[in-house]
């Protein structure tokens, strides 16, 4: 897609276009909820799905004020999802709310479900990981190692220099190693 192909979509869906939006959204809303499901919430209250739908609303509601093309727009898109996240964290930090724990003894309150176990396992264990990784070193690995985005769009999403986001990249996977196999010392 060309340059100008997707400053026509953004200019679209400035303009109020629903073709536009719905084309936006199907290009950046599963990465963007993906994103969001790996940053701690604190919230148990707050999905992914609930913190992208906030980031949707504020972009739909400040489109007048966003300057760029398509790329420009995902950055943005996914630094206001980055707010929103971070806002809900703050939030829920300051109201002290935390899950209660289930007895593993009881039966099934809630129904039974397909067995996801091997799956939920391995993405608990990457939640795990990252929330042990400093903040900036996780966000950019889940920013490039997850989701798929570049070191520039990754820089515009969190608001930090390329140069930074590869930093912060080697940084993170280095912290990764030492946390996977704990006893192995890297080559020099």
């Given at each position: 897609m060309g340059r100008g192909a997707g400053h026509d979509v953004v200019a679209r869906a400035r303009e109020g276009d629903e073709e536009a939006w719905a084309t936006l959204f199907a290009r950046y809303d599963p990465r963007l909820?993906?994103?969001?499901?790996?940053?701690?919430?604190?919230d148990v209250s707050s999905t992914a799905e609930d913190l992208a739908a906030e980031a949707w609303l504020v972009a739909a509601t400040k489109i007048?004020?966003?300057?760029?093309?398509?790329?420009?727009?995902?950055?943005?898109?996914?630094?206001?999802?980055?707010?929103v996240s971070a806002g809900r964290r703050r939030t829920a930090e300051r109201r002290h709310t935390f899950p209660l724990a289930v007895d593993a003894g009881s039966e099934a309150v809630w129904g039974?479900?397909?067995?996801?176990?091997?799956?939920?396992?391995?993405a608990e264990t990457a939640r795990h990981l990252l929330v042990r990784l400093p903040e900036r070193e996780a966000q950019v690995i889940a920013c490039l190692d997850v989701l798929g985005l570049d070191?520039?769009?990754?820089?515009?999403?969190?608001?930090?220099?390329?140069?930074?986001?590869?930093?912060a990249h080697h940084r993170g996977l280095r912290h990764l190693r030492a946390l996977v196999r704990p006893g192995e010392s890297e080559p020099m």
């Open positions: 909820v993906h994103w969001l499901s790996t940053l701690p919430s604190g007048d004020c966003f300057v760029g093309d398509e790329r420009c727009f995902a950055a943005w898109l996914f630094r206001i999802g980055y707010r039974t479900a397909e067995d996801r176990v091997a799956e939920t396992d391995a070191v520039a769009t990754t820089g515009r999403a969190l608001g930090i220099s390329d140069g930074a986001v590869r930093v």
